[in-house]
């Protein structure tokens, strides 16, 4: 079955930083993109950043930009985002997004989504 | 950034009604654009990419249709489990952008 499954949510105040993780099985994960996509209570989704398959290409929304960093770990099927210097207006579900091809291209769709991990910035 | 938006931002519709859901562009995006579907408390499913290709195992009632700036995401008979949140999102950039969504309620 293919899964995604994230993890490191958690309550902090502003300022402070906090790593995600989500983890990949029932596909070959270096064979593709991954995303990371936030949904903000009360909106609608957001686009936060995205990776190619062998990290050559990352991408930042420009309301994370210098403040998140997307890795991936192909060996262990993981895709990670470091949030530093948390705000208020980062508290959302974040989702990982499993990309249809190996880079973000136009052709792109996302075909498996976890199921979130829920961060709250608040003091 | 190229900023996608929807209309309505939501409707009410009884089951069985034609409904449709439009998208507009900043720029042209070609059809490099996709249609999700999201229900509370679930994360987002893909049911259109391209503008007009239906994923495998959507209901044939989901339609989309249109290129350049102007798309549109058509159910022909809203069913029961239809009533949720569609996004449009394009993908013509690699700095991806989603439309504001459209909820769609029980009339």
């Known amino acids: 079955e293919v899964q995604l499954v994230e993890s490191g949510g958690d309550l902090v105040p502003p300022g402070r930083s906090l790593r995600l993780s989500c983890a990949a099985s029932g596909f070959k994960f270096d064979d593709y993109a991954m995303h990371w996509v936030r949904h903000i209570p009360g909106k609608g989704l957001e686009w936060v950043s995205g990776i190619s398959w062998n990290s050559g290409t990352i991408v930042y929304a420009d309301s994370v930009k210098g403040r998140f960093t997307i890795s991936r770990d192909n060996a262990k099927n993981s895709l990670y985002l470091q949030m530093n210097s948390l705000r208020t207006e980062d508290t959302a579900l974040y989702y990982c997004?499993?990309?249809?091809?190996?880079?973000?291209?136009?052709?792109?769709?996302?075909?498996?989504w976890g199921s979130g991990t829920t961060v709250t910035v608040s003091s | 950034d190229i900023q996608m938006t929807q209309s309505p931002s939501s409707l009410s519709a009884s089951v069985g009604d034609r409904v449709t859901i439009t998208c507009r562009a900043s720029q042209s995006i070609a059809t490099y654009l996709n249609w999700y579907q999201q229900k509370p408390g679930t994360a987002p499913k893909l049911l259109i990419h391209a503008a007009s290709s239906l994923r495998g195992g959507v209901p044939s009632r989901f339609s989309g249709s249109g290129s350049g700036a102007d798309f549109t995401l058509t159910i022909s008979s809203l069913q029961p489990e239809d009533f949720a949140t569609y996004y449009c999102?394009?993908?013509?950039?690699?700095?991806?952008?989603f439309g504001g969504g459209t909820k769609v309620e029980i009339k």
């Open positions: 999102q394009q993908t013509y950039s690699n700095r991806l952008t």
């Open positions: 997004a499993k990309d249809s091809t190996y880079n973000t291209s136009p052709e792109s769709y996302m075909d498996v």
